[in-house]
T-cell receptor
Framework: QKEVEQNSGPLSVPEGAIASLNCTYSDRGSQSFFWYRQYSGKSPELIMSIYSNGDKEDGRFTAQLNKASQYVSLLIRDSQPSDSATYLCAVELDKLIFGSGTRLLVRP | EAQVTQNPRYLITVTGKKLTVTCSQNMNHEYMSWYRQDPGLGLRQIYYSMNVEVTDKGDVPEGYKVSRKEKRNFPLILESPSPNQTSLYFC???FGGGYTEAFFGQGTRLTVV
């Protein structure tokens, strides 16, 4: 079982819709969770971090964490074509473990 | 400007010819690491360093070497590159290991023929 799992996608949503990206992890001891955005051929950049159960909102982005279910998600409201990218979930296990990413396509 | 700088950005080399990819950060971070990214496999850690002169293997260290003689620099060395090391490589740095934000370099696309 992979330590951090994501659906590879692509997830295709129309402009203005809510995009929902999901991630599960295997180690219950993980304490820190991150979402990175990566445009094609570019380096990952951090968009959200979350450390406790519940929701964390930052602009159009909301991260949700459920440690009991070992599940972390990212919601992008009012999706824009510029949000089209690969979204990497990362979980702390003494070091950062990355999922393989979900490719998001926002259709104009 | 806070940044992680990798060089070169693109490199084509032949099997067996030693190469070094440089990485430098100006944020006084203690933790630095190297990743390779391959389609469908995500980012996999090659080596990491928690401080000067302290390095350790990540998940895919075979065929790579690193050194950390100064806090700001963390070069990746391929003593005898092989075609299966063709990949996109990223250097990253952070204040801590896994519990703080990692800053990534621009990436080095390496092709070994």
């Amino acid at each position: 079982q992979k330590e951090v799992e994501q659906n590879s996608g692509p997830l295709s949503v129309p402009e203005g819709a809510i995009a929902s990206l999901n991630c599960t992890y295997s180690d219950r001891g993980s304490q820190s969770f991150f979402w990175y955005r990566q445009y094609s051929g570019k380096s990952p950049e951090l968009i959200m971090s979350i450390y406790s159960n519940g929701d964390k909102e930052d602009g159009r982005f909301t991260a949700q964490l459920n440690k009991a279910s070992q599940y972390v998600s990212l919601l992008i409201r009012d999706s824009q074509p510029s949000d089209s990218a690969t979204y990497l979930c990362a979980v702390e296990l003494d070091k950062l473990i990355f999922g393989s990413g979900t490719r998001l396509l926002v259709r104009p | 400007e806070a940044q992680v700088t990798q060089n070169p950005r693109y490199l084509i080399t032949v099997t067996g010819k030693k190469l070094t990819v440089t990485c430098s950060q100006n944020m006084n971070h203690e933790y630095m690491s190297w990743y390779r990214q391959d389609p469908g496999l995500g980012l996999r850690q090659i080596y990491y360093s928690m401080n000067v002169e302290v390095t350790d293997k990540g998940d895919v260290p075979e065929g790579y070497k690193v050194s950390r003689k100064e806090k700001r620099n963390f070069p990746l060395i391929l003593e005898s590159p092989s075609p299966n090391q063709t990949s996109l490589y990223f250097c990253a740095s952070s204040f801590g290991g896994g519990y703080t934000e990692a800053f990534f370099g621009q990436g080095t696309r390496l092709t070994v023929v």
